[in-house]
């Protein structure tokens, strides 16, 4: 399969703080990979390097084979990645219709257009987005008064406005119940599988991590501790022993 993402011995720090800390692994179309870790692991920065939030200190990563150290967060989007955070980021006084149409309008280069009726833009488009993740009974509704659940698939239809072969999801299931998690990272494995993508994700719940990942990594104060099929990492005692909680004696 092709390969989406590669890091290569990536660093980063901040003053005599290592956050990351020659971190490598490679993500390939079609996988789901986890990255898990305590709170102060180096996943955020992580995230923020891949995105170009941040600069490495050393260190390669290439998206679709294309190196882009240094390149701007909008300029790593345009090549097709997608990003979703932990706290949903939609306009709140906007319908879903319209949030997921400001995403497809910002894709196709439209923001400044000077058409007096962008509401037009785009329907059907920004329609199939949000049937694709569940919500199409949702469509004319505020995103204000919204379930969280239905949030973070709205959130999601944007972040796939922009037809990403990369998704970086930052917590996708926090603040849902289990029902909702499973129904949204079954969701997410479906659409993987359906358009050849590649997704990262950092994920506190366990469950979600050892029934979707195809892959996980284990980062603890910046370097990378393991990383395997779910059920190997799952095992391997040095994860028990820092994150899990449990360890063989």
Not at 130 to 154: E, F, M, N, P, T
Not at 195 to 222: C, P, Q, S, W
Request: with cysteine.
């Amino acid at each position: 399969m092709a390969i989406i993402l590669k890091v290569q011995n990536l660093h980063k720090a901040f003053g005599g703080l290592r956050a990351v800390v020659d971190v490598s692994f490679q993500l390939e179309a079609g996988q789901l990979m986890a990255m898990i870790g305590p709170n102060g692991a180096g996943k955020s920065t992580c995230f923020n390097l891949i995105n170009g939030q941040l600069n490495p200190d050393q260190g390669s990563i290439f998206i679709m084979g294309q190196k882009v150290n240094g390149e701007k967060p909008r300029d790593v989007w345009k090549l097709g990645v997608g990003r979703t955070f932990q706290i949903t980021s939609t306009f709140p006084s906007m319908t879903v219709l319209e949030n997921v149409q400001m995403s497809l309008l910002s894709h196709n280069r439209r923001t400044k257009s000077l058409l007096t009726n962008v509401s037009r833009l785009y329907v059907a488009e920004a329609m199939a987005l949000i049937d694709l993740v569940g919500i199409a009974d949702q469509a004319h509704r505020s995103c204000g008064v919204l379930a969280y659940g239905d949030l973070k698939r709205v959130e999601l239809a944007v972040a796939l406005a922009n037809q990403p072969k990369l998704l970086l999801m930052d917590e996708p299931t926090a603040g849902m119940g289990p029902a909702e998690r499973q129904g949204l990272m079954k969701l997410t494995e479906s659409i993987v599988h359906t358009r050849e993508m590649g997704v990262l994700f950092t994920e506190h719940d366990m469950k979600v991590v050892f029934d979707y990942a195809n892959r996980v990594i284990v980062l603890n104060r910046g370097k990378m501790i393991a990383a395997g099929p779910p059920d190997e990492v799952q095992k391997n005692n040095e994860v028990k022993k820092i994150y899990l909680g449990t360890a063989s004696s």
